[in-house]
């Protein structure tokens, strides 16, 4: 199911440097796609120490830091970020959150877009990330994750 969606929205958006896609399970986040080394460095900070793709998985609620070498809330992703001068990321949950209820655990997952350039994707372009996610995933329900889409 991922490797459509990933595809996609790789060829889908001008200036994204590298995705990845989170997934947790109530214990523990991991990355279970991603288009380049660096974007898995920058998905292990937030998955030891909280980051947008976290807080989009868990919250369903798309989260967007225009400028992560000016944003204080995450230093060891901002030092990361840093050092393969990545600069945006945009983290779009993939359905709906399913929060951990009792013994079943629960998961979630989120598509994280990074890029080296500052603000670069602005309100009109978060929206149509969310719709294109949003009808990746409807299709891949629909069509099963043998088919592809293209």
Known sequence: MLIPIVDFLRAAIDGVDALSVT????????TVACSEGFALRLDEAQHRRGGPCTIAAW??????VP???TDPRWPTLTEIA??????????TPLGAPSLPTGDNGGS?????????????FPVST??????MVCAAVELVTVKGPERSFF
Do not use: K
């Open 126 to 131: 978060r929206r149509a990330i969310a719709a």
């Open 59 to 64: 919250s369903g609620e798309q989260i967007y």
């Open 67 to 69: 400028d992560l070498t």
């Open 23 to 30: 997934t947790g399970d109530g214990e523990a986040f991991e």
């Open 108 to 120: 979630t997952m989120a598509i994280n877009l990074y890029s080296r350039a500052r603000d670069m």
């Open 82 to 91: 840093g050092y393969y001068n990545v600069c945006s990321v945009l983290s």
